[in-house]
């Protein structure tokens, strides 16, 4: 059966990450994050405006934290409490020992395998701590740095769909990678 108790929240360390909760005072982090048109470039939400947004949106991560239906994690520095990105488990899907691992890096941060490690450990979490026999993360195809990211991570490319989203007006095709629990 899935472990799905979040509290206490489990903070989890890397090399040089902490990843921790994200809290109301990461909300101009995550104004910067989900405000930025090229870092939303492939996340087919819509932008966050104010810093009532940001509150709102980290709100929806507590929310989805208390329900047992999502965790998110802060990404930051070991040298610093500031939030430079956050990763996650989405859509838990319980009844299928599956969720969807997503993620998001302030661009200074691009380039320097942030993402991959963070990815490592929030499987690793999900794997050994959760029970979950698959992981997938979606993305758009023409999102080329995510790829490569989780082929580097041990993904494999599930399925293209087509036209399987709509978004501001058009219709968006995704790609699912996964990975699977092998332990």
Do not use: C
């Amino acid at each position: 059966m899935l472990q799905l108790n979040f509290n206490p929240f489990p903070n989890l360390e890397t090399k040089r990450l902490l990843l921790r909760r994200v809290t109301a005072t990461d909300v101009k982090e995550i104004l910067e994050l989900r405000s930025n048109a090229e870092t939303m470039k492939y996340i087919p939400r819509p932008l966050l405006k104010t810093e009532e947004d940001a509150l709102d949106h980290i709100a929806n991560i507590d929310a989805k934290i208390e329900t047992q239906e999502g965790i998110n994690w802060a990404i930051t520095l070991m040298d610093s409490p500031k939030l430079i990105g956050v990763i996650g488990h989405y859509r838990i899907r319980p009844e299928h020992y599956r969720a969807e691992v997503g993620y998001m890096l302030l661009p200074q941060f691009h380039g320097k395998g942030i993402i991959p490690e963070a990815i490592r450990e929030v499987v690793k979490f999900g794997f050994e701590h959760m029970n979950l026999h698959s992981i997938e993360a979606i993305i758009e195809p023409a999102n080329l740095a995510s790829e490569k990211v989780l082929l580097k991570t041990g993904f494999t490319k599930e399925a293209h769909l087509k036209e399987n989203e709509f978004f501001e007006g058009r219709f968006l095709d995704t790609i699912i990678y996964s990975l699977l629990n092998r332990s």
